[in-house]
C-alpha cells in the first residue's frame, strides 16, 4: 500500500509563492514507478486536476487555470514531487492533495489510486 504525505501548504498573500511536497511515507515504496498527480479541492466545489508529472518527470500538463504560474518536478533520487506556485491568487485558495497512479497520466482524478491527506493552501491579505 502506498501512503502519500503532502507538505508545504500555508498561508500567503496575493502574488506570494509557495512550494508544495509531496513524499512516499513508506521508504521501501519508491515514487519513480508513479505518476504524480496534483488537484485541489475549495470548499463547496469539485475536486480539480492541477498538474501532473510523468515517471521520468519529462512530460508534464498544467490545467489553464494555473499554466504559467504553477511548475512541477520530481527528484527521483529523494523520492519527492514538487509544486511551485507562483504568482497566487485568493482563488488558489483550497486544499491541495497529491496522487499517485500507474499507466495513466492527466488530470482525471479517477485515474489516481492513491491519495494524500491533503495541505491547506490559504491566499489572502
Known amino acids: 500500500q502506498l501512503q502519500l504525505v503532502e507538505s508545504g501548504g500555508g498561508l500567503v498573500q496575493p502574488g506570494g509563492s509557495l512550494r508544495l511536497s509531496c513524499a512516499a511515507s513508506e521508504f521501501t515504496l519508491g515514487l519513480y514507478d508513479y505518476e504524480i498527480g496534483w488537484f485541489r479541492q475549495a470548499p463547496g466545489k469539485e475536486r480539480e486536476g492541477v498538474s501532473c508529472?510523468?515517471?521520468?518527470?519529462?512530460?508534464?500538463a498544467y490545467a489553464d487555470s494555473v499554466k504559467g504560474r504553477f511548475t512541477v518536478t520530481r527528484d527521483n533520487a529523494k523520492n519527492t514531487i514538487y509544486l511551485q506556485m507562483n504568482s497566487l491568487k485568493p482563488e488558489d485558495t483550497a486544499v491541495y492533495y497529491c496522487?499517485?497512479?500507474?499507466?495513466?497520466?492527466?488530470?482525471?482524478?479517477?485515474?489516481?489510486?492513491?491519495w494524500g491527506q491533503g495541505t491547506q493552501v490559504t491566499v489572502s491579505s
Open positions: 496522487a499517485a497512479a500507474r499507466d495513466y497520466f492527466g488530470l482525471r482524478s479517477s485515474g489516481y489510486r492513491y
Open positions: 508529472i510523468s515517471q521520468s518527470g519529462a512530460v508534464t
